[in-house]
């Protein structure tokens, strides 16, 4: 639904070049929800503003639907009629809602009807279905001033509907909202998503928030995106930084008497019988230092931290025994030490 | 003087600035406005970005509005006379009135606009907006407490330019100060003249300040921030007048 081939943005001013992406390949499916987290200054907002090209990328290519939107944007600064047309389709909603506070609730909610030149009766009618959609039906009448954050961002992502929009786009869109709030907003984006086969790709720096509702996710730094997929083959990609953010298990690392492996396995499958029939087989003794059960992105995944004791080199042939279970395998520390840390940090904040 | 002979003298005076003011209050709002909208859309990163454009037209409203009065009144007499046939007169004094409150206005306007949140204007482009539909729907109503605030100066202003032009035969209430005030020694007379132009400065202060306030409480935020930048601009101003 949105492909984005070799996107690349350099920034001038003054003399000085920032290179915010630098050959971004981006593929989102049809009704999925895609989350793009990194830390801030990673070219988040700069990848999500050239999808639709509300920054001109310096380089690569943008296509939304199937349409080819950089071959639109035409030479010159300003955004022609065609772009401007294929700009109406994607729906945006912002980190601060930028709703217009000289009008109501209603007619901000219009005002995308307005420039699609939709009749005044057809845009009161389809304003209050989306308000209604959106659960704000009874403040129609109200300022945005006289609204909570989390009332805001529903009348702007009511906005961003109201030209029956295929593609949502949301840079930031919880950053600014507590985490009640953000929970109640992720999910209005999830039922959104289901009941009108939103495509939704999301902006974010909060792990969180990919956890609860991404289908897919890619992980962004200094202008390239360093993992991507979805969340089952994220979580099956050994020694992914997004698998173990999206699912940390605490627990010591390996040392020189020990070795520390995560065991992390999805739906219905048994590790206990696995690991005691470890255990027999090799005769060794297994400590579990943490385990958990969770649901990512609509899938059940477990995680166990299990101790085995001596060195890694020691634990060669065990540690392949799980791997032929069908099992994934990611030895703790030693080398593979801190993967979790950095994104763990930057989720927390 | 007694009153009777100085209410038939006040009445017109009070009509002629009255007169002299509307008119180039509405000429400088009419041409003030796109010229400040311009210099906000033609500056870099600006919707319109024209660097040239943007240096001329900023370079002329300087000038122009740094030009004392009354040069520019006199430097404007065959401008004027070209319009209205004459260079005496209310009609007359509205020329030089006009063309020195449209820079003016202009600086004004470009101030407001530029406070516009550029989060909004980005909104509208992603509606798929174009640069019309962002001067109308964003830029323009979401500044219009602060226009209006623009609008009460810019008044005011003209007041005292106004005041000016009656010294050329425009007549007005500056008119009548200097010539029976200070020429004629009819203090009484002056004294009310200054009365009612302090009266006349207030109300429209008072109405003005109102006006971008209510238009800001609809917006739900507290009022001071439009009446600071109005005695902002008017202290800063004054010098010119
Ligand atoms: N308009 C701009 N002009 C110059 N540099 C910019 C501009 N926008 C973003 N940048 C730079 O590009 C980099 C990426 O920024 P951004 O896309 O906003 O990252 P993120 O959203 O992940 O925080 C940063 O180094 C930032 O300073
Ligand atoms: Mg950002």
Not at chain 1, 143 to 151: I, K, T
Not at chain 1, 331 to 347: A, I, N, R, T, W
Request: glycine share 12%; aromatic share 4%.
């Amino acid at each position: 639904m949105i492909t984005t081939s070799g996107l690349t943005k350099v920034y001038r001013s003054r003399g000085r070049e920032v290179t915010a992406l630098d050959g971004v390949d981006l593929h989102v499916r049809e009704g999925e929800v895609y989350g793009v987290i990194g830390q801030s200054g990673a070219g988040k907002s700069s990848l999500i503003r050239c999808v639709n090209l509300l920054e001109r990328p310096t380089a690569g290519t943008v296509t939304v639907a199937g349409q080819d939107l950089t071959a639109l944007a035409g030479r010159g600064p300003r955004a022609g009629k065609e772009l401007r047309q294929a700009r109406s389709r994607i729906g945006m909603v912002f980190q601060h809602f930028n709703l217009l506070s000289t009008r109501t609730v209603q007619d901000n909610v219009e005002l995308p009807l307005e420039i699609l030149g939709t009749s005044g009766k057809e845009r009161s009618r389809k304003a209050l279905d989306l308000l209604d959609l959106v659960g704000l039906a009874d403040q129609a009448g109200a300022y945005p001033a006289q609204l909570s954050g989390g009332q805001k961002q529903r009348v702007g992502i009511a906005r961003a509907l109201a030209g029956d929009p295929k593609v949502l786009l949301s840079d930031e869109a919880t950053s600014a909202l507590d985490p009640e709030t953000t929970r109640s907003i992720l999910q209005l984006l999830r039922d959104l998503n289901r009941q009108l086969g939103l495509t939704v790709l999301l902006i974010t720096h909060e792990m969180d928030v990919v956890k609860s509702v991404c289908d897919s996710a890619a992980l962004m730094e200094r202008g390239r995106i360093v993992e991507s997929g979805t969340v089952g083959e994220l979580l099956a990609t050994p020694g992914s930084q997004l698998a173990s953010a999206l699912f940390p298990v605490s627990g010591e690392v390996s040392a020189d008497d020990r070795t520390v492996v995560d065991v992390t396995f999805q739906g219905e499958a048994a590790t206990q019988p696995v690991i005691s029939q470890l255990s027999r087989t090799y005769n060794i003794d297994i400590s579990i230092l943490g385990a958990a059960i969770d649901t990512v992105g609509g899938l059940q995944v477990g995680r166990m931290r299990i101790e085995l004791p001596g060195r890694y080199e020691d634990n060669v042939v065990p540690i392949g025994f799980l791997r032929e279970q069908g099992l994934q395998i990611d030895v703790v520390g030693q080398g593979h030490e801190g993967q979790e840390s950095v994104l763990v940090k930057e989720g927390a904040k | 003087m007694t009153w009777s002979e100085m209410q038939p003298l006040l009445e017109q005076a009070c009509w002629d600035t009255l007169y002299m003011v509307g008119w180039s209050t509405l000429i400088a709002v009419v041409g003030g406005l796109p010229l400040g909208v311009l210099l906000v859309l033609t500056d870099r990163g600006g919707l319109l970005q024209n660097v040239v454009a943007n240096k001329v037209i900023g370079q002329v409203v300087n000038v122009a509005r740094s030009m004392p009065f009354i040069i520019l009144m006199v430097a404007l007499m065959g401008f004027t006379r070209s319009i209205t046939g004459t260079t005496i007169g209310r009609e007359a004094a509205i020329v030089p009135l006009a063309v020195g409150a449209i820079p003016f206005f202009a600086r004004l306007v470009e101030t407001a606009v530029r406070e516009v949140d550029g989060g909004l204007v980005e909104a509208v482009q992603s509606m798929g907006g174009n640069t019309w539909t962002i001067v109308r729907k964003v830029l323009v109503p979401e500044a219009l407490p602060s226009l209006i605030a623009s609008t009460t100066t810019t008044i005011v202003a003209l007041i005292g330019y106004s005041a000016m032009a009656g010294t050329v035969g425009a007549g007005g209430l500056g008119d009548i100060a200097i010539r029976y005030g200070y020429q004629r020694f009819e203090t009484e007379l002056m004294w009310i003249t200054v009365a009612i132009l302090a009266v006349v400065i207030s109300l429209i202060q008072f109405a003005g300040d109102y006006a971008a306030r209510s238009l800001h409480s609809r917006g739900g935020r507290s009022g001071p921030a439009p009446k600071l930048r109005l005695l902002k601009a008017a202290t800063a101003d004054t010098k010119t007048v």
